[in-house]
């Protein structure tokens, strides 16, 4: 069964996000010509145009086409700007600020180590949110970031200060295997409540 070209269209658009697509760039992703391309951008735009059900539209700026959301749903997505903490965090995310919380200041490299896997998506996640940001570079060759907690992070779990973070096992050392899970357990038994939106 082949996919329609305005299912393609719409996907990649989505998933391009704010940065959007150029006609060239959709050309060849689509494999299908500009004409084509341009038919079912005005058909979809349309649609999206006359649905009373659909919050998005195409935009097209300055050779770039983007899925938007439209005007009348703005007061709803400023709720979600204005409190991002009401989305809840991903155990990759937990994962992440936990060891950000106690390791702190840490660099993206450290963090991988620790976890054994990426943490790119889980620090854009946590920055956006305003639970942690960068606080420095580290020495040498590249100057990596460094992450540390923020203000709004001891307001989420309702600390006065880092201080108040429990300790860790005793046991704990830099070079286990789970040291991830290890900081994610106690994290998430310490902040169970807390955490709760």
């Given at each position: 069964m082949m996919t329609h070209l305005s299912s393609k269209i719409e996907a990649l658009l989505f998933v391009a996000g704010d940065d959007g697509l150029s006609m060239k760039q959709l050309e060849f992703l689509t494999e299908a010509e500009e004409k084509?391309?341009?038919?079912?951008?005005?058909?979809?735009?349309?649609?999206?145009?006359?649905?009373?059900?659909?919050?998005?539209?195409?935009?097209?700026?300055?050779?770039?086409?983007?899925?938007?959301?439209?005007?009348q749903v703005a007061e709803t997505i400023m709720r979600l700007v204005e409190n991002p903490t009401v989305q809840s965090l991903s155990q990759a995310s937990l994962e992440v600020l936990a060891i950000v919380a106690y390791k702190q200041p840490i660099t993206r490299v450290e963090i991988e180590d620790l976890r054994g896997v990426k943490s790119e998506k889980a620090l854009y996640t946590l920055s956006g949110k305003g639970l942690i940001q960068e606080v420095g570079r580290a020495e040498g060759t590249g100057r990596a970031i460094l992450y540390g907690t923020t203000s709004e992070f001891l307001n989420y779990f309702g600390l006065k200060?880092?201080?108040?973070?429990?300790?860790l096992p005793e046991e704990l050392s830099e070079d286990q295997d789970d040291d991830g899970d290890l900081f994610m357990t106690k994290f998430q038994n310490a902040f169970k409540e807390e955490a709760k939106v």
């Open positions: 084509d391309i341009l038919a079912e951008l005005a058909a979809m735009a349309a649609r999206y145009e006359e649905s009373e059900t659909s919050g998005i539209m195409i935009k097209e700026l300055a050779g770039v086409y983007q899925l938007v959301t439209k005007q200060s880092l201080d108040e973070l429990p300790p």
